[in-house]
């Protein structure tokens, strides 16, 4: 994907090179989605017949961009559908500034944190992990943090940097 903190959700249905937005979903098999972050959240979605993958971050969190692909996925015909959330950065890591913290908190109570030395941060996992249990999604979350383990990319930690990969398939 070329990603650009957008909230379009586009389906994949043959192979093509980089197509514009932050979540791909499809219904074929064999053709794998990816979703390329440093310390954004990679959000991998999965059902019987359709899969997809999400890049939320900040952005992507206020613009409903998991909630967006959920409706696109049913529309699609996913039964009951399954969420993993990869590595990204944690509360703990994740500062910014206290006015966009009151932003965020608006829409998403759960986003709401302190780093480990106590100026305003974001939980984005817990924040993203509120929408899809909203709408009745399980999920598994890895827990691991990508500023703090150096087996991942980091725009926080490194600035330039690479990008880790999600990658889902039916
Ligand atoms: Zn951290």
């Known amino acids: 994907m070329n990603q650009v903190h957008g909230d379009g959700v586009f389906e994949i249905t043959s192979i093509i090179d980089e197509p514009t937005s932050d979540a791909l979903i499809t219904t074929v098999p064999g053709i794998a989605l990816a979703v390329l972050v440093a310390d954004c959240i990679p959000l991998l979605l999965t059902s019987q017949t359709v899969v997809g993958a999400v890049h939320v971050g900040r952005r992507g969190l206020v613009n409903s961009i998991a909630l967006k692909t959920i409706e696109a996925m049913k529309k699609l015909g996913a039964g009951q559908i399954h969420a993993q959330l990869g590595p990204s950065i944690c509360r703990g890591c994740y500062e910014v ?59 926080r930690r490194d600035i330039i940097t690479g990008r880790t990969a999600g990658v889902v398939w039916l």
């Not at 206290?98 to 998403?108: F, P, Y």
């Not at 817990?126 to 087996?151: K, P």
């Open 97 to 155: 500034g206290g006015d966009l913290a009151d932003e965020i908190h608006q829409t998403h109570p759960a986003a709401t944190a302190i780093t480990t030395s106590g100026s305003p941060s974001l939980d984005l996992p817990q924040a993203l992990i509120a929408d899809l249990v909203s709408v009745g999604i399980t999920y598994e979350a890895s827990g691991i943090c990508t500023v703090e383990n150096e087996q991942y990319f980091s725009y």
